[in-house]
């Protein structure tokens, strides 16, 4: 069994089109997380959600929209696409304490 | 703000030997948590190792090691006996022990590890 899955693994769309990614933990943990990684490779936090409750939400333009139905789920759902949404988008959930996160396969979305 | 600065962006080893990647952070909190992790071709982002701040044992796992210097914000990762599925990316990453959902984890950039058969 996954612990945490993403659907879909890749994404390819045109610019000025609405998506969606899908993400589910099995792991019972509190907390999930969307992370985007750009084209350098680094990662940077855009949401956190706690039961729930979004907690962070990191400077992140207002096309991006997640949404959790419950502490298990966690989507992202982006509108009007551009060039420059084209990255690896990663979910991942967690615990409290020392451990880390356990990460998605992660969504390759490239917008064209 | 927590940063962390991982100032190889490519190390390469030869197969069988050892190499250290380095990580410094900076952070004005007392306690946190350390983490390396390996992100393979296939772009799965692998624990690694982690290291609890007031912790002073350097932590291990298996080939992984890590040295840690909490007075100098310095996590390193030692890898020995090194293979070729250890070739990937190693990102080092802080978090703080708060929780509810405000402790994000805050990366580097990365280092490329190559090894050379």
């Known amino acids: 069994d996954t612990a945490v899955s993403q659907t879909p693994k890749y994404l390819v769309t045109q610019m000025g089109n609405d998506k969606s990614i899908k993400c589910e933990q099995n792991?019972?943990?509190?907390?999930m997380y969307w992370y985007k990684q750009d084209s350098k490779k680094f990662l940077k936090i855009m949401f956190s959600?706690?039961?729930?409750?979004?907690?962070i939400n990191e400077t992140v333009p207002n096309r991006f929209s997640p949404k959790s139905p419950d502490k298990a789920h966690l989507n992202l759902h982006i509108n009007s696409l551009e060039l420059g949404d084209s990255a690896v988008y990663f979910c991942?959930?967690?615990?409290?304490?020392?451990?880390?996160?356990?990460f998605g396969s992660g969504t390759r979305l490239t917008v064209v | 703000a927590q940063t962390v600065t991982q100032s190889q962006p490519e190390m390469s080893v030869q197969e069988a030997e050892t190499v250290t990647l380095s990580c410094t952070y900076d952070?004005?909190?007392?306690?946190?948590?350390l983490f390396w992790y390996k992100q393979p071709p296939s772009r799965q982002m692998i624990l690694v190792i982690r290291?609890?701040?007031?912790?002073?044992q350097n932590a291990t796992e298996n080939r992984f090691s890590v040295n840690f210097q909490k007075a100098a914000k310095s996590f390193s990762l030692k890898i020995s006996d090194s293979q070729l599925g250890d070739a990937a990316m190693y990102f080092c990453?802080?978090?703080?022990?708060?929780?509810?959902?405000?402790?994000?984890?805050?990366f580097g950039k990365g280092t490329k590890l190559t090894v050379n058969p």
């Open positions: 792991l019972g943990h509190d907390t």
């Open positions: 952070t004005s909190e007392s306690d946190y948590y």
């Open positions: 290291q609890e701040a007031y912790k002073q």
């Open positions: 991942a959930s967690s615990q409290a304490g020392v451990y880390g996160y356990t």
């Open positions: 990453a802080y978090r703080s022990p708060r929780g509810g959902g405000s402790e994000k984890l805050v």
């Open positions: 959600y706690n039961n729930k409750e979004l907690i």
